[in-house]
């Protein structure tokens, strides 16, 4: 073992010749630090390819197998005495179904690093678990892998890791997400859309890519509309309406949070690289083009300006996509629904509508100093009830994404 200890005490020199002293590094007496927020690893490798190194290599040749460690770096300080053998499961994945028993398992506090010995075999991949709740930092807050800042327990909280040597493959433990997804704006011209997803990270397990996992409904009242699937692979299901749709009308598609890849992955919705217990399903509205008898296409801003003399705003607005004339409801220019501030805050407003209907004047209420910005919330709407649009996509209402913010 003369080369691996070698190699770890090498390896631990240039780690701790890259950290600055830290004075108020917690300690037995100081227990505080760190307050209620979880800690990470950061950071996972091999003794023998360092941080971001997953192959397994030879460090002492004189002995049978493959002698190598796993490092694991972590964020905050970690009580020593959970970094212990019964945190960590080690397992081969490819070809066989064996344990790996660590040799040693070491935690060095000067540097948050912890190394664990083990023998590995040739040509073989090997997933390695730190279990939910068993390494803390000095707080006693347990690792929070899905970065939720709550712990949730097995199998959420587990911190996976994959390793190899030789030509093994590595399981994928990556959750697939959605690539893409259509129709996603209002005006929809086909009566029978072709709602549809795509993934990335998968495949996908296609057993499971089915009509209960993916449907649609008109938003309104949640009425359920028949679809039918043309396709369904580990990258995408394709469907489409078995019925025409109604101009005019929004609908909502959602894609089930339980569906997997081919390796057990659950999928993660909302793109943010981690799977939560109560991730939600993804779901999305897009809205048929209005025909002679609708009137759901909502607004849009046209534009919105300063008038001469910096006494009041002017926003006119138009109706989104099509750009044509739009009827405002004066009703929803209020202050909750429309803001001005500049470099002192907010400014006090009265609204005032003239022969335009299509348009409002924010007078202020005291002279503008600094940078004048302008909120238009999505609850503006206009005469039919169509809430505001404000990235113009067609489809208004939706808070966040509707609601607009600019500089004047």
Not at 51 to 58: H, N, R, T, V, Y
Request: with cysteine.
């Amino acid at each position: 073992m003369k080369r691996i200890t070698a190699g770890i005490s090498i390896l631990l020199l240039l780690l701790l010749g890259c950290v600055q002293d830290n004075p108020f590094k917690a300690d037995s007496q100081v227990q505080w630090e760190g307050g209620n927020e979880h800690p990470h690893i950061d950071m996972v490798g091999t003794e023998s390819g360092g941080f971001g190194s997953s192959q397994f290599s030879d460090l002492d040749p004189e002995r049978n197998g493959i002698q190598d460690a796993v490092i694991l770096s972590f964020d905050k300080d970690i009580d020593p005495s959970t970094v212990i053998a019964s945190s960590f499961e080690m397992v081969e994945t490819d070809p066989g179904t064996g344990s790996v028993q660590f040799e040693s398992i070491s935690y060095y506090p000067e540097d948050g690093t912890a190394v664990l010995v083990g023998t590995f075999s040739d040509d073989t991949a090997y997933l390695l678990t730190v279990t939910a709740g068993s390494i803390r930092d000095i707080t006693g807050n347990e690792l929070d892998p899905n970065h939720n800042a709550l712990f949730d327990g097995s199998p959420w909280d587990d911190r996976l890791a994959t390793f190899f040597a030789g030509s093994a493959a590595m399981r994928d433990i990556t959750p697939p997400s959605i690539e893409n997804h259509y129709p996603r704006t209002g005006g929809v011209i086909l009566i029978r859309p072709n709602p549809r997803a795509y993934f990335t990270n998968g495949p996908i397990d296609v057993s499971q890519l089915n009509l209960n996992n993916f449907t649609l409904v008109r938003t309104s009242d949640s009425t359920s509309i028949d679809l039918e699937i043309l396709a369904a692979t580990g990258t995408e299901i394709y469907t489409v309406t078995v019925n025409d749709l109604s101009y005019g009308t929004r609908y909502t598609v959602r894609l089930s949070a339980q569906i997997t890849d081919e390796s057990g992955n659950l999928l993660d919705t909302n793109g943010d690289g981690y799977v939560w217990p109560n991730e939600p399903d993804f779901v999305w509205d897009f809205q048929l083009i209005d025909d002679s008898t609708t009137h759901g296409t909502p607004s849009a801003l046209s534009t919105a300006y300063l008038l001469p003399g910096n006494t009041s705003v002017r926003i006119e607005f138009e109706q989104s996509l099509t750009g044509d004339d739009v009827v405002m409801d004066d009703a929803t220019f209020i202050a909750a629904n429309i803001q001005v501030t500049d470099d002192n805050g907010s400014i006090p407003l009265t609204f005032e509508t003239g022969a335009d209907p299509s348009a409002v004047n924010c007078l202020l209420q005291r002279y503008p100093e600094g940078t004048v910005r302008l909120f238009i919330s999505c609850n503006v709407s206009d005469e039919y009830g169509n809430l505001f649009d404000g990235d113009n996509n067609g489809l208004g209402g939706t808070p966040g994404e509707d609601d607009w913010f600019g500089v004047l």
